[in-house]
Nanobody
Framework: QVQLVESGGGSVQAGGSLRLSCAAS????????MAWFRQAPGKRREFVSA???????SYTDSVKGRFTISQDNAKNTLYLQMNSLKPEDTAMYYC????????????????WGQGTQVTVSS
C-alpha cells in the first residue's frame, strides 16, 4: 500500500518562505516520479513541480526561481522549498507519485497525499 503524507503548510505573509515535506512509504521510492500539485478553491488542480528518478526537475512557469523540489532517498521524503511566496500561491498542496516517467497532468498520478494548506497573505 502506497502512502504519502504531507506536512509543513501554514500561513505566511507575502515574501515569506515555507518548506513542504512528503513522507513516502510502501514502495521503492527511487523508482518513481514524485510531484507537487496545488488546488485553490474553485480552481482545477494544477502542476507545480516534479522530480524523476534521475533527479531531473521541472517547474511550472509561475514558480520558477522561487520554488525548489528535492528528495532525500534515504528518508523516503520529498520536499518543496517555497520562497518569495505570493498571495496567488495560496492553495492546498498535494504530493503525488507515479510509477512511470514524469507528467504534468494530475490524472496521470495514481497516488496522492491528503494535502497541506498554504495561505499567503498580502
Amino acid at each position: 500500500q502506497v502512502q504519502l503524507v504531507e506536512s509543513g503548510g501554514g500561513s505566511v505573509q507575502a515574501g515569506g518562505s515555507l518548506r513542504l515535506s512528503c513522507a513516502a512509504s510502501g514502495y521503492t521510492y527511487s523508482a518513481s516520479c514524485m510531484a507537487w500539485f496545488r488546488q485553490a478553491p474553485g480552481k482545477r488542480r494544477e502542476f507545480v513541480s516534479a522530480i524523476d528518478s534521475d533527479g531531473g526537475t521541472s517547474y511550472t512557469d509561475s514558480v520558477k526561481g522561487r520554488f525548489t523540489i528535492s528528495q532525500d532517498n534515504a528518508k523516503n521524503t520529498l520536499y518543496l522549498q517555497m520562497n518569495s511566496l505570493k498571495p496567488e500561491d495560496t492553495a492546498m498542496y498535494y504530493c503525488a507519485a507515479r510509477f512511470a516517467r514524469c507528467s504534468w497532468y494530475y490524472y496521470d498520478f495514481g497516488y496522492w497525499g491528503q494535502g497541506t494548506q498554504v495561505t499567503v497573505s498580502s
